[in-house]
């Protein structure tokens, strides 16, 4: 099993990014997915969540209605769309494999930073 | 302010054995499944005891948890210095949210 994040980088305040995950070696399009981030020198902050099917999202107050969780069944790949970022938005973050309605993350990326700064 | 609450550090010598506390309400420990996580240095997380107290697959059986009414504990025996780590606890919210404990970093002195 193994998950591959992309698309971290630098943004301005108030910009967009969006990030990927690459899975393999399980059925994708049968696991929850979620995005957990960490930013620097700090504690753990569930992003998102998405069904297998792609059907039902959940997403805290702090990223929701900027925030989108997608998933691309056919390509094995799993998106957070991130826009009106704010330097709060600043961490590592990273996909895992799990988590509708539990807190069961198994495994994990190895992360992708977003800096946002001007 | 993490929804669970963990001690920030946490400490012992080799040998002996130390116990995380993480602490909840009725809405996310009091009815819901807790974890653990442990986070090397420069690392990704990993998942160390899920559902209260099973340990996946290659987690040493030294690593146990527990649970009681909004309440859960990770403990640690025969501490050694490869488990120096950061710890954290997390449980689904019924308020439809996955909460995580602000951590507790081991030293294992």
């Known amino acids: 099993v193994q998950l591959l994040e992309s698309g971290g980088g630098l943004v301005q305040p108030g910009g967009s990014l969006r990030l990927s995950c690459a899975a393999s070696g399980f059925t994708f399009s049968s696991s929850a997915m979620s995005w957990v981030r960490q930013a620097p020198g700090k504690g753990l902050e569930w992003v998102s969540a998405?069904?297998?099917?792609?059907?039902?999202?959940f997403y805290p107050d702090s990223v929701k209605g900027r925030f989108t969780i997608s998933r691309d069944n056919s390509k094995n790949t799993l998106y957070l769309q991130m826009n009106s970022l704010r330097a709060e938005d600043t961490a590592v973050y990273y996909c895992?494999?799990?988590?509708?309605?539990?807190?069961?993350?198994?495994?994990w990326g190895q992360g992708t930073l977003v800096t946002v700064s001007s | 302010q993490s929804v669970l609450t963990q001690p920030p550090s946490a400490s012992g010598t080799p040998g002996q054995r130390v116990t995380i506390s993480c602490s909840g309400s009725?809405?996310?420990?009091?009815?819901?499944?807790v974890y653990w996580y442990q986070q090397l240095p420069g690392t990704a997380p990993k998942l160390l005891i899920y559902?209260?107290?099973q340990r996946p697959s290659g987690v040493p059986d030294r690593f146990s948890g527990s649970k009681s009414g909004t309440s859960a504990s990770l403990a640690i025996s025969g501490l050694r210095s490869e488990d120096e780590a950061d710890y954290y606890c997390?449980?689904?919210?019924?308020?439809?949210?996955?909460?995580f404990g602000g951590g507790t970093k081991l030293t294992v002195l």
């Open positions: 895992a494999k799990g988590s509708i309605a539990v807190a069961s993350f198994d495994p």
């Open positions: 998405i069904s297998g099917s792609g059907g039902t999202t």
């Open positions: 559902t209260n107290n």
């Open positions: 009725s809405s996310n420990i009091g009815s819901n499944y």
């Open positions: 997390a449980a689904w919210d019924d308020s439809l949210s996955v909460v």
